[in-house]
């Protein structure tokens, strides 16, 4: 499985506003310019984040954006779901109406694949992934780093 553009991006766009969390609001431009994305697609991700209530957006102009909640708070695999939809590797596994879900060999693997996928994700936080960035650009580079395209 892959994870498209959108929810690649979205981790990025996540990580600059879990970076300023204590800061207050973060604007879009301000983070398109850190992650090196466009501001119209930005757009595009942001809305689905702020629908769902994980981002909380402010008018005006000292408007942005900000966490609703702790980044601790928010998993990198609630986020990917988010944007992505389930990681299941395979539909079946997710929506067992196939006729042969009772004989099928594979439909084990895809499972022990779909499980181990969201041990990782569902186990590191936005502070997670905020903490390891800070170690890796301790002189507080932009966001972006090695994270860019």
Same mark, same amino acid.
């Given at each position: 499985? $892959?994870?498209? &553009?959108? %929810?690649?991006?979205?981790?990025? *766009?996540?990580? #600059? @506003?879990?970076?300023?969390?204590?800061?207050?609001?973060?604007?879009?431009?301000?983070?398109?310019?850190?992650?090196?994305?466009?501001?119209?697609?930005?757009?595009?991700?942001?809305?689905?984040?702020?629908?769902?209530?994980?981002?909380?957006?402010?008018?005006?102009?000292?408007?942005?954006?900000?966490?609703?909640?702790?980044? $601790?708070?928010? &998993?990198? %695999?609630?986020?990917?779901?988010? *944007?992505?939809? #389930? @990681?299941?590797?395979?539909?079946?596994?997710?929506?067992?109406?196939?006729?042969?879900?009772?004989?099928?060999?594979?439909?084990?693997?895809?499972?022990?694949?779909?499980?181990?996928?969201?041990?990782?994700?569902?186990?590191?936080?936005?502070?997670?992934?905020?903490?390891?960035?800070?170690?890796?650009?301790?002189?507080?580079?932009?966001?972006?780093?090695?994270?860019?395209?």
């Amino acid at each position: 499985m $892959k994870i498209s &553009t959108k %929810g690649r991006y979205g981790i990025r *766009l996540m990580l #600059s @506003l879990a970076l300023h969390y204590e800061k207050g609001t973060l604007a879009l431009k301000s983070i398109a310019k850190e992650q090196d994305i466009s501001e119209k697609y930005l757009e595009q991700i942001i809305n689905p984040l702020t629908k769902s209530g994980l981002v909380k957006s402010y008018r005006g102009a000292q408007g942005g954006y900000i966490l609703t909640r702790n980044p $601790k708070e928010i &998993t990198i %695999g609630e986020v990917l779901r988010l *944007l992505e939809g #389930s @990681l299941s590797p395979v539909d079946c596994v997710d929506n067992p109406m196939c006729p042969n879900s009772d004989t099928c060999v594979s439909l084990s693997v895809w499972k022990k694949m779909k499980e181990a996928l969201d041990g990782v994700v569902d186990n590191i936080s936005l502070a997670d992934l905020a903490e390891e960035y800070k170690e890796k650009h301790p002189e507080g580079e932009p966001a972006g780093g090695c994270m860019k395209k």
